[in-house]
């Protein structure tokens, strides 16, 4: 008894109770590093940058409509896509920033929109970094955080 009224009471917390959280669609914030800064005297560090994409839905396509690089600044670097692409169940897509591209700078990130017919398994959006020099390597990931609903306006 006390576990369905726990359950009522979270229904709204992801995966809890109900499964997971389902949406129609979001715009995601996803922070990246075209280089890092190493020792005392910050020295930038370059590093090659993959946005990863992936639909985590078995059943549901979805649609991404939005894939864009902005810098330290907040302007706009470069959009990677020319038109809507359409992401069948599972499928996953990259987008890579090079090693040498440092227009991004310390606090680049990368807006993703995407949108679905119906409620769908949100994506798994991350970035991964690597770089290496002199024979010092360093990777690391970073993901994405929603920062708006899809609106049905």
Same mark, same amino acid.
């Given at each position: 008894?006390?576990?369905?009224?726990?359950?009522?009471?979270?229904?709204?917390?992801?995966?809890?109770?109900?499964?997971?959280?389902?949406?129609?669609?979001?715009?995601?914030?996803?922070?990246?590093?075209? =280089?890092?800064?190493?020792?005392?005297? $910050?020295? %930038?560090?370059?590093?090659?940058?993959?946005? @990863? /994409? !992936?639909?985590?839905?078995?059943?549901?396509?979805?649609?991404?409509?939005?894939?864009?690089?902005?810098?330290?600044?907040? =302007?706009?670097?470069?959009?990677?896509? $020319?038109? %809507?692409?359409?992401?069948?169940?599972?499928? @996953? /897509? !990259?987008?890579?920033?090079?090693?040498?591209?440092?227009?991004?700078?310390?606090?680049?990130?990368?807006?993703?929109?995407?949108?679905?017919?119906?409620?769908?398994?949100?994506?798994?959006?991350?970035?991964?970094?690597?770089?290496?020099?002199?024979?010092?390597?360093?990777?690391?990931?970073?993901?994405?955080?929603?920062?708006?609903?899809?609106?049905?306006?």
């Amino acid at each position: 008894m006390r576990w369905i009224i726990l359950c009522l009471l979270l229904i709204p917390l992801p995966g809890f109770c109900g499964g997971p959280a389902l949406s129609s669609g979001q715009l995601l914030y996803v922070p990246v590093y075209s =280089h890092i800064y190493t020792g005392d005297k $910050e020295r %930038p560090f370059n590093l090659a940058v993959t946005l @990863s /994409i !992936r639909n985590t839905d078995p059943r549901g396509s979805l649609r991404l409509t939005a894939v864009d690089y902005y810098d330290t600044e907040g =302007h706009l670097v470069r959009h990677y896509l $020319e038109a %809507p692409l359409e992401m069948k169940p599972l499928a @996953s /897509i !990259r987008y890579v920033v090079a090693e040498k591209d440092v227009k991004g700078g310390s606090g680049a990130n990368f807006l993703v929109r995407w949108e679905a017919p119906d409620a769908i398994n949100a994506p798994v959006v991350e970035s991964v970094m690597i770089g290496a020099q002199s024979g010092q390597g360093i990777s690391f990931t970073s993901q994405a955080r929603e920062i708006q609903e899809h609106s049905h306006d």
